[in-house]
Nanobody
Framework: QVRLVESGGALVEAGGSLRISCAASGDTFTISTVGWFRRPPGKEREFVAAVTRSGASKYYADSVKGRFTISRDNDKNTVTLEMNNLDPDDTAVYSC????????????????WGPGTQVTVSS
């Protein structure tokens, strides 16, 4: 089993920056891909970004490309999402997820999910 806990969510102004983190514990050796997903108010959960085990490959949704950066520290079992130039449309509950190799944009890839952290961007 793997436990994931997100942190760093906050209220920020449009145009601002925020860093959120995902800490993993337990059988972390079983983790390959780690992804971030978000659920905006009243909408379906959507893919944001993902990183492979080595950190060499990173994937982003078109809506965040160029503004968000995902990074991974396997020694510390953490994955961080740096978010810049935030927009009110980025308001959502952000959850990290860990799973196998494969298409990182598909939720079925992920076996473990964190409870989420709230990011609110004011206009």
């Amino acid at each position: 089993q793997v436990r994931l806990v997100e942190s760093g969510g906050a209220l920020v102004e449009a145009g601002g920056s925020l860093r959120i983190s995902c800490a993993a514990s337990g059988d972390t050796f079983t983790i390959s891909t780690v992804g971030w997903f978000r659920r905006p108010p009243g909408k379906e959960r959507e893919f944001v970004a993902a990183v492979t085990r080595s950190g060499a490959s990173k994937y982003y949704a078109d809506s965040v490309k160029g503004r968000f950066t995902i990074s991974r520290d396997n020694d510390k079992n953490t994955v961080t999402l740096e978010m810049n130039n935030l927009d009110p449309d980025d308001t959502a509950v952000y959850s990290c997820a860990a799973g196998n190799d494969g298409n990182p944009r598909r939720e079925y890839l992920y076996r473990f999910w964190g409870p989420g952290t709230q990011v609110t961007v004011s206009s």
